[in-house]
């Protein structure tokens, strides 16, 4: 069974740095591991839809960005611990949301989902 | 900025067939644009149900099907369940690495 689990998020104030992490497990089958696997971040604000955040590759060699997060938020992974992390700096209100750890999947799509860490921006 | 646009909201009555769209504010959706659809029911993560247009992810029901329908990505419903009642997102790939969800569809099974 493929798990992500994501830790944490919590409390910060506005101006404040986070770093959120995700666990991955269950990966390794038909061949594929962790390293395998694009691993994206999506977010969702209380009530609201969901917003794609940030792409890396499986090797780690590239990583792309949401506008509303470029130069704020760094991703990055370690593939021997199947771990990816996403650094957010320079926090903002707006940016108060539920962020899911999700892989990426055939087809430029999404595929397996954690459940989530909520991050609070508030002074 | 070009935004996906969706239905905000739908209505079916059970074992009834819908369709739900996944638009461009500018332009068509083609198959280069990698639509796929996830479902989410509240306090959940979504759930995966169609990739690359029209293939099912592992255990989604048959009845969802994905395709497109003149300018748009659609899902179609086909003898829709109560337990189908959920928010749907769509999601197209805009290249360079950039993905875009649309502002999904709450849909009432009633």
């Known amino acids: 069974e493929v798990q992500l689990v994501e830790s944490g998020g919590g409390l910060v104030q506005p101006g404040g740095s986070l770093r959120l992490s995700c666990v991955a497990s269950g990966l390794n089958f038909n061949g594929l591991t962790f390293s395998n696997y694009f691993m994206h971040w999506v977010r969702q604000a209380p009530g609201k839809g969901l917003v794609w955040v940030s792409r890396i590759f499986g090797d780690g060699s590239d990583t792309s960005f949401a506008d509303s997060v470029k130069g704020r938020f760094t991703v990055s992974r370690d593939n021997a611990k199947n771990t990816v992390y996403l650094q957010m700096s320079s926090l903002r ?8 750890c999700v892989t990426g999947f055939p087809g430029y799509s999404l595929g397996y989902w954690g459940q989530g860490t909520l991050v609070t921006v508030s002074s | 900025q ?5 239905e905000p909201s739908f209505s079916v ?6 369709t739900l769209t996944c638009g461009l ?26 990739h690359s247009t029209k293939t099912r992810s592992s255990g989604v029901p048959a009845r ?12 179609t419903i086909t003898g829709a369940q109560a337990d189908d009642e959920s928010d749907y997102y769509c999601m197209l790939y805009m290249g360079s690495g950039n993905w875009v969800f649309g502002g999904g569809t709450k849909l009432t099974v009633v």
Do not use: C
């Open chain 1, 93 to 100: 209100v707006e940016d108060t949301a539920v962020y899911f």
């Open chain 2, 2 to 6: 070009t935004m996906v646009t969706q």
């Open chain 2, 13 to 18: 009555s059970p074992g009834g067939t819908v």
């Open chain 2, 25 to 50: 504010s500018s332009g068509s959706v083609s198959d280069t644009d990698f639509p796929s659809w996830y479902q989410q029911t509240p306090g959940q993560a979504p759930r995966t149900l169609i």
């Open chain 2, 64 to 75: 969802f099907s994905g395709s497109i329908v003149g300018n748009k990505a659609a899902l």
